[in-house]
């Protein structure tokens, strides 16, 4: 490392409290958000810690080991934007919190070159390089940790969303109800499909109840998903019986060439399971 650069970089390192403190000083009150100047006491020391490692790790840059910077960079883009997801902060204020960094690091580097009077036009425009394409890939780094972790984040949920969407849940010994609820789009049906018939082998389910009742608009595309369904049941020894589905639907789906006459149907889930001797006991 030059002297000259050595020296840049012990006196960022030197003021990073300072630069940290500028930086906070320049926040609002924004509403939710964890940049808000009104934050709690908590999240201010996080703020003021992970403003210390942006400015260490840009910093870095000017070292001769380039692998410090890498390194240091993909900790510290691992640790914010995980930080950044738990909070649900968006990712435009993050973006614009680090720009407030690279003008209050720049502040800093000013008033450096503004003391020293050896430092010339082409170290100025190198430190430029050097300080500017490391904020530059503290973004990018960021933005693709943060898009991960929310990718990773919404696959999770949409699992859950799938998994309650439609629940096999035991009733007593082998028997099971499917209480389906809501629109059944093409995508949620195919879940459907591919999903149950797993569910009940790994529950040692030999008979579902396939309630209808509860969606808001069963069409003949539904109708034929269900009826695979119900064939994919049948084919693993699994006894299914449908309640809630509407007259004009089963009519339609027989002229489909979807038979649903061996599947034993009835217009309310209490009748159906009632019809196999399990009944629902209601409090009075």
């Not at 809630?244 to 009748?271: C, M, N, W, Y």
Request: hydrophobic share 40%.
């Amino acid at each position: 490392m030059d002297k000259i650069d050595e020296n840049l970089y012990r006196y960022i390192l030197d003021n990073s409290p300072k630069i940290t403190e500028n930086w906070l000083a320049l926040r609002e009150k924004q509403s939710g958000s964890i940049y808000s100047i009104d934050s709690n006491e908590e999240i201010e020391k996080l703020l003021r810690e992970q403003n210390t490692l942006t400015i260490k790790t840009v910093t870095s840059a000017l070292l001769e080991d380039k692998t410090a910077f890498i390194e240091t960079m993909e900790q510290w883009a691992t640790l914010v934007a995980k930080s950044r997801v738990e909070s649900d902060t968006p990712i435009y204020e993050v973006l614009e919190a680090l720009n407030k960094v690279r003008e209050t690091y720049w502040a800093f580097i000013t008033d450096y070159m503004l003391m020293d009077t050896k430092i010339t036009k082409e170290i100025i425009i190198r430190w430029s390089r050097l300080i500017n394409r490391a904020f530059d890939q503290l973004n990018r780094e960021f933005t693709e940790q943060y898009y991960l972790l929310t990718k990773v984040r919404l696959s999770a949920q949409q699992e859950l969303i799938n998994e309650l969407g439609a629940p096999v849940i035991p009733i007593v010994d082998a028997i099971a109800v499917l209480p389906l609820i809501g629109e059944i789009d093409t995508f949620r049906a195919k879940e459907i499909l591919n999903g149950t018939p797993s569910k009940c082998i790994s529950k040692n389910i030999t008979h579902l109840f396939i309630d209808l009742s509860g969606v808001s608009l069963l069409d003949t595309m539904v109708a034929q998903q269900i009826y695979q369904l119900i064939s994919t049941l049948n084919l693993l020894g699994i006894q299914s019986t449908i309640s809630g589905i509407r007259p004009e639907v089963a009519q339609t789906s027989i002229q489909l060439g979807l038979d649903f006459s061996q599947v034993s149907t009835h217009s309310t889930l209490k009748q159906a399971l009632s019809k196999q001797g399990i009944k629902l006991y209601e409090k009075k």
